[in-house]
Nanobody
């Protein structure tokens, strides 16, 4: 069984910073792409950033230059450093990973439970 556990969300003032972490555990053989998505109230879930196993990154235009995604393959962990936060960044942030698990031996997308980020003064 595979689990993704996020941490690091919270309340921050506009212009502030937060760092999210997401650790994958369980019957993992390999992890391909990892990423972060977010969902604000009344809106659809949207991509924030993704990173391949070799470090190629992709960002939503709305976060380019402010957010940085990184990963530690040895720890099966992905991070999201969020700087210059704006009220419009307020959302539940979800971790995603494409994982080859050792029970079924097929690639599957897994999701974390989400962590709330609130940007407000």
């Amino acid at each position: 069984q595979v689990q993704l556990v996020e941490s690091g969300g919270g309340l921050v003032q506009p212009g502030g910073s937060l760092r999210l972490s997401c650790a994958a555990s369980g019957n993992i053989f390999n992890i391909a792409a990892m990423g972060w998505y977010r969902q604000a109230p009344g809106k659809q879930r949207e991509l924030v950033a993704t990173i391949t196993r070799t470090g190629t990154t992709n960002y939503a235009d709305s976060v380019k230059g402010r957010f940085t995604i990184s990963r530690d393959n040895a720890k099966n962990t992905v991070y999201l450093q969020m700087n210059s936060l704006k009220p419009e960044d307020t959302a539940v942030y979800f971790c995603n990973a494409n994982i080859l698990d050792t029970r079924a031996w097929h690639w599957h997308d897994y999701w974390g439970q989400g962590t709330q980020v609130t940007v407000s003064s």
